[in-house]
């Protein structure tokens, strides 16, 4: 029996998640009113004729203000059903949700006479700032395009084939800007660059002639011993803290040889301490 909560400021994927939850087996419900959280929980979920119930609802800003300000009320009291339950929030960066109104000319739900677009947007992190506190999984969508948020929503919430605690190692360059739903970063670009080497430029780290170069850096060997200690030592503290996500982001200046070698390697070397590690690498192209 699972329950996904899906939410977020308008424009960051709501409507996505739902569609990728729904092509997935879920049974989803658009703007839930939270107060009715708890009925959803105790009248329909046990019901279900389905095998393995599989419920998504949707939760946002349209919300009644003095339900949302229950929300951690009403999860604790869904979560004590002894129902899976995973609150996802999607968010963007303010520009970027402005463009896609723009681009989109929807009409944002919290917009009127009184109340610009830019300041509806604000206005929605403080009304939703409930839920926030209480995510299990939060995706930034600023740099995703619609096949990206699907790709990476199939990854997180529907590639955990273990219970416990999941965990994403990720490459990423930072000259595209720093996972801001990172929960660990380290920071790659004090190592030697292949790009630098004209016959290494147009391999990425997954290629031999990158890992050779890069096998032989002393400092490479010592960061990633560093890094491997590191998360050897402490993930296990975040599952035992009943965390259900944990993102690691390794970066380095654009994203495609020196994070990602460093990804690679230390994914392999988890998953054989811990079940459910993912991999992915967010602008290998």
């Known amino acids: 029996m699972r329950l996904v909560i ?28 939270a107060g009715l959280l708890t009925d959803l929980a105790e009248r329909f979920l046990p019901h279900s004729d389905m ?17 949302l300000r229950r929300f951690p009320e009403l999860l604790d009291e869904v979560r004590q059903r002894n129902i899976q339950c995973d609150v996802l929030y999607l968010d963007a960066e303010d520009d970027t949700l402005l463009k896609r109104f723009s681009e989109t000319r929807r009409r944002h739900p919290l917009t009127n006479e009184n109340r610009s677009l830019a300041e509806a947007i604000a206005y ?17 969508t600023t740099r995703l395009n619609l096949y990206q948020l699907r790709d990476t929503l199939k990854l997180r919430l529907l590639g955990q084939s273990q219970s416990g605690t999941s965990f994403l190692i990720q490459s990423f360059g930072f000259k595209r800007g720093m996972p801001t739903d990172a929960d660990l970063v380290f920071d790659a670009r004090c190592l030697p660059n292949p790009y630098w080497k004209p016959e290494l430029r147009d391999f990425s780290g997954l290629d031999q ?21 590191y998360l050897n030592k402490w993930l296990p503290r975040f599952a035992s803290s009943n965390r ?8 380095c200046t654009g994203g495609h040889h ?28």
């Open 258 to 285: 020196r994070s990602v070698y460093l990804t690679s390697r230390l994914s392999t070397a988890l998953k054989q301490s811990f079940k459910n590690v993912q991999v992915r690498h967010r602008d290998l192209v």
């Open 244 to 251: 259900a996500y944990v993102t690691i982001a390794i970066g």
């Open 124 to 140: 929605e992190s403080q009304l939703l700032s409930p839920i926030i506190d209480r995510a299990d999984l939060r995706i930034d």
């Open 6 to 33: 899906v939410s977020g400021r308008s424009g960051s994927g709501k409507s996505t998640a739902l569609d990728v939850l729904e092509d997935n087996g879920f049974y989803c419900i658009d703007n839930l009113p």
């Open 51 to 67: 095998l393995l119930p599989q419920v998504a609802v949707s939760i946002d800003a349209r919300n009644l203000l003095s339900q």
């Open 209 to 229: 002639p990158v890992i050779e170069y890069l096998d032989a850096q002393p400092e490479a060997q010592e960061m990633y011993q560093d890094i491997l200690a």
